[in-house]
């Protein structure tokens, strides 16, 4: 089963360049401060400059929480971020879908940022796909063995 | 997001994650699914309640019958929910960049204070030119 992306994008009056910059570098200050991953509201949310490197929110205390990370670096045109967060807003690195953002230069001072997230059919199971997963670990009833583990450990 | 954690606490007990399971495979009725388990068809269609009312299975009539499935709305819920967080997202960071064009250039890595611009109106875009 494949479940249709969200795409959505929007277009800023700046460079691909300034875009790009202002998207990764500065998410903390744009990024709606309700959607926190962690117990407290975050001072700071964190993409850093590499591939491979993490993507996480970090508190006043200096607290972090893991998002998710980067799969593609590739200034000013391209970012992908592996998005470990399930349904309830929790971190689950066995958890990943895809955020790819692309910056295309649409004038000298302007750039569409085109938004696409995929790969959302790891938020639940077509009975079909779920009855040939089965077997796996990684396939539908792993995931609620894990979710129900994830329930009984005290926070 | 709260039907999505309604569903993870109901998963939280081991029979209505059985009947998931034996659900996975296929719509099945309660007696079918209490034939299967070791507890009284009246304790499954209960917990067949919770677990619908938490979004994870959905009934439909077949004849006099009623039978359960898995309910694929699940991803539905996660998809609108996601589709309408990227839209305010992506509407907050258009917000922020247009407010930091009038920052100066070099300071894009933190909170961009925005830069006074006289009375006059908006600052002219100051761009980094490298």
């Not at chain 2, 304790?43 to 077949?62: D, M, Y």
Request: net charge negative; charged share 25%.
């Amino acid at each position: 089963m494949t479940v249709r992306p969200v795409q959505r994008q929007v277009t800023v009056e700046v460079t691909q360049e300034r875009a790009f910059a202002l998207f990764t570098g500065a998410m903390g200050s744009w990024w709606n401060p309700g959607h926190h991953v962690g117990e407290r509201p975050f001072a700071d949310v964190v993409v850093e400059p590499r591939e491979g490197g993490r993507w996480f929110e970090v508190d006043e205390g200096g607290v972090e929480s893991p998002w998710g990370s980067v799969l593609v670096w590739d200034p000013p045109h391209r970012l992908l971020l592996a998005w470990q967060l399930d349904a309830g807003w929790a971190h689950d690195p066995h958890h990943t879908t895809e955020v790819e953002v692309r910056f295309v230069a649409d004038g000298p001072a302007r750039t569409r940022v085109e938004l696409e997230h995929r790969g959302l059919e790891r938020y639940g199971a077509d009975a079909d796909e779920v009855a040939a997963q089965l077997g796996a670990d990684g396939g539908w009833a792993g995931l609620l063995r894990r979710f129900a583990e994830e329930l009984q450990v005290p926070a | 997001m709260e039907t999505r954690r309604d569903a993870l606490a109901a998963l939280g007990e081991p029979t209505r994650r059985a009947i998931v399971e034996l659900l996975a495979d296929g719509p099945a009725a309660v007696g079918v699914l209490a034939a299967r388990l070791p507890v009284s068809r009246p304790a499954v269609s209960q917990h067949l309640r919770v677990l619908e009312e938490a979004g994870v299975v959905r009934a439909r009539a077949v004849g006099t019958r009623r039978l359960y499935a898995l309910d694929p709305d699940g991803v539905a819920a996660a998809r609108a929910v996601l589709d309408r967080f990227w839209d305010r997202a992506l509407t907050d960071f258009a917000d922020f960049a247009a407010a930091a064009t009038t920052t100066p250039a070099g300071a894009e890595t933190g909170p961009a204070p925005a830069q006074p611009s006289g009375p006059s109106g908006p600052a002219p875009l100051k761009e980094e030119t490298t």
